[in-house]
T-cell receptor, first 114, second 114 residues
Framework: KQEVTQIPAALSVPEGENLVLNCSFTDSAIYNLQWFRQDPGKGLTSLLLIQSSQREQTSGRLNASLDKSSGRSTLYIAASQPGDSATYLCAATRSGAGSYQLTFGKGTKLSVIP | GAVVSQHPSWVICKSGTSVKIECRSLDFQATTMFWYRQFPKQSLMLMATSNEGSKATYEQGVEKDKFLINHASLTLSTLTVTSAHPEDSSFYIC??????????FGPGTRLTVT
């Protein structure tokens, strides 16, 4: 059974800092790895998706990497802003039984202090 | 594109009553819909996977007689929490996919059982 762990559980940084969020997964047989953002009481916003054959994806100030062999992914946020404050979830996708299923980590709650 | 809505966004019900949550794909046909539950500071836990026109597949530990899922059309799935109890209070999120690995998430429904 896939288990996804995110470290740290919470992180507080001053505005402008670069930061890294970590995600690890136990089963390397994943289809892809996704990073989501969740604001309080809201649904999920997809940030980046890395296919199992890829090593990284970039979108603006965000860069996600994937190392399947070690079961790790990182989300790098450059020049953090107060608007980046949210909970960041990573999820590993597996295929089976005719559908693709996501296993989520508990998330990292990020606070960017102005 | 790929918008998923949920209704209601929040609901309060009395213990012992049933409550229905709707999940709609607004601009695409969803062959598969997923229902997740999220407790405070916890990850999203997959409850069940439903394919249009067939019975839902429930994850281990999820009572299928308590959480009734109907996926009668390609744009609508419903989750009915029967005989709700305070421990069922949670944030319920649905997602929908259209014959691919990508899941599009709804905004979630906050259920409070008093």
């Amino acid at each position: 059974k896939q288990e996804v762990t995110q470290i740290p559980a919470a992180l507080s940084v001053p505005e402008g800092e670069n930061l890294v969020l970590n995600c690890s997964f136990t089963d390397s047989a994943i289809y892809n790895l996704q990073w989501f953002r969740q604001d309080p009481g809201k649904g999920l916003t997809s940030l980046l998706l890395i296919q199992s054959s890829q090593r990284e994806q970039t979108s603006g100030r965000l860069n996600a990497s994937l190392d399947k062999s070690s079961g790790r992914s990182t989300l790098y946020i450059a020049a953090s802003q107060p608007g980046d404050s949210a909970t960041y979830l990573c999820a590993a996708t597996r295929s089976g039984a005719g559908s693709y299923q996501l296993t989520f980590g508990k998330g990292t709650k990020l606070s960017v202090i102005p | 594109g790929a918008v998923v809505s949920q209704h209601p966004s929040w609901v309060i019900c009395k213990s012992g009553t049933s409550v229905k949550i709707e999940c709609r794909s607004l601009d695409f046909q969803a062959t598969t819909m997923f229902w997740y539950r999220q407790f405070p500071k916890q990850s999203l836990m997959l409850m069940a996977t439903s394919n249009e026109g067939s019975k839902a597949t429930y994850e281990q530990g999820v009572e299928k007689d308590k959480f009734l899922i109907n996926h009668a059309s390609l744009t609508l799935s419903t989750l009915t929490v029967t005989s709700a109890h305070p421990e069922d209070s949670s944030f319920y999120i649905c997602s929908a996919s259209a014959e691919s690995y990508e899941q599009y998430f709804g905004p979630g429904t906050r259920l409070t059982v008093t």
